[in-house]
């Protein structure tokens, strides 16, 4: 399993539209052979900013790759330009490789 993030610092203010524009987003990640799970997560507040991740699951890294050379990757970047004005900052990638699983089944 591979998981890949962007953390995003959101100042308050604009919190609200960028939750939205996730929200409202066509990611096309479930045309994706190897895509698992995608959470947009809200973490906590700090000095006006607020901390967001977007956080993908796929089967290994090489789905995830060729997630990045796809079509409906372009498509789902295609005004990606425009969340800049929404975040502080460039996002911050971290991509991590799962060594252990467990889930609620044992």
Do not use: C
């Amino acid at each position: 399993m591979f998981l890949a993030m962007n953390r995003f610092t959101v100042p308050l203010e604009n919190a609200e539209a960028f939750e939205a524009l996730w929200l409202n987003r066509d990611s096309r990640l479930h045309e994706m052979d190897g895509f698992v799970e995608f959470n947009l997560l809200r973490g906590p507040e700090n000095d006006g900013h607020r901390l967001y991740a977007s956080h993908t699951v796929w089967r290994d890294e090489d789905a995830f790759r060729a997630w990045t050379r796809s079509e409906q990757f372009r498509v789902a970047h295609a005004n990606a330009g425009e969340t800049r004005k929404l975040h502080s900052g460039a996002p911050q990638f971290e991509a991590f490789h799962a060594i252990q699983t467990r889930t609620a089944k044992g």
